[in-house]
């Protein structure tokens, strides 16, 4: 697994963000040397995955050729492998042609999934929001873990980070990516500090130009910060942090939600109920005080690395214990 991520400019993965990852932002992702991810559900019809897989094997192969010094990250597709996803079998179908090198999986772990993808060589990381979870991913035959820790944008857990990663790092050794609120370089540097080779990162991606969301919602994370968070199951039956200001603009008041029917829970695999919900009620993690404005992928991804070089010489200015011989 690590070796697969071995281009990587820094260790982060961008986070599969629902409506709003597309092709032009895994491209630009993975060209500035990260990891760019996106739901296979982005791709509507299903038929236009397909579509999606040639162009972004196509332009990230173009790239390479063109910068052999400066090679593209690998990219990722997300599959939900809850049973309310119909598409599951013909997007993994696709995802097996065009031999993707990474699969995220949300919402259960399947061996069958596992087994398709490890059929060609890629390799798989499983969401967790909690170490039962992570057994079961890896039992199930998961490369990689994706510890979803408090203060994430969209379907979260509420687990602090150092707690969840040190109840994982306890038992696996293996590939771990963590999220909840990072956003900076800074942060990166502290994910790795806690035990995670990759820092997972969603939100600060929404406010770039590349991204597939209204301006208004790049403007929303703008001016808005941790406080300006709300986390319910209301809208697709599973908790997550979503934009209060958002929650008031459909006419809710974001302090007296209800709960949500999780009978009903609906990622937007065939029906529009899930897919008008995310598009009117603005998914969001708690890092965003770190975002001030909208810039390209590329200049966010080069801002990031920056403030993570920055950090390491802080941290060594800071230290204490460091001895003299550094």
Avoid at 106 to 116: I, K, T, W
């Amino acid at each position: 697994m690590l070796r697969t991520l071995e281009r990587l400019r820094l260790p982060v993965i961008g986070a599969p963000l629902f409506t709003i990852s597309h092709p032009e932002l895994v491209i630009a992702q993975c060209t500035a040397g990260i990891v760019g991810a996106f739901p296979a559900l982005n791709a509507r019809p299903a038929t236009m995955l397909d579509e999606w897989l040639h162009r972004i094997t196509e332009e990230l192969a173009a790239w390479d050729k063109a910068h052999p010094e400066r090679p593209a990250a690998p990219f990722a597709v997300n599959q939900i492998v809850h049973k309310s996803n119909t598409r599951l079998e013909q997007d993994l179908e696709l995802c097996v042609k065009w031999r993707v090198p990474i699969s995220i999986t949300s919402l259960g772990a399947r061996e069958d999934v596992n087994q398709a993808v490890h059929s060609y060589g890629g390799v798989t990381l499983h969401d967790v929001i909690n170490d039962r979870f992570a057994h079961k991913a890896i039992e199930k035959g998961a490369d990689g873990l994706i510890a979803v820790a408090a203060g994430a944008g969209g379907h979260a857990g509420t687990l602090s980070p150092f707690a969840l990663m040190q109840e994982i790092r306890a038992w696996f050794k293996g590939p771990v990516a963590l999220s909840g609120a990072i956003a900076s370089g800074r942060s990166i540097l502290a994910a790795l500090a806690m035990g995670a080779d990759f820092a997972y990162i969603g939100s600060a991606f929404i406010a770039t130009r590349e991204a597939n969301a209204e301006e208004a919602y790049k403007e929303m994370i703008v001016g808005c910060d941790g406080g300006d968070i709300v986390y319910t199951d209301l809208f697709t039956g599973v908790y997550g942090n979503y934009l209060k200001p958002s929650v008031s603009k459909a006419g809710l008041d974001p302090e007296k939600l209800p709960k949500s029917d999780h009978a009903a829970m609906d990622f937007g695999a065939g029906g529009d109920s899930a897919t008008k919900a995310w598009r009117d009620i603005w998914g969001c993690g708690q890092g965003i005080g770190a975002i001030h404005d909208v810039p390209a992928a590329a200049e966010l991804i080069g801002r990031l690395e920056g403030e993570y070089r920055a950090a390491f010489d802080d941290l060594a200015l800071k230290n204490p214990f460091r001895t003299a011989s550094g």
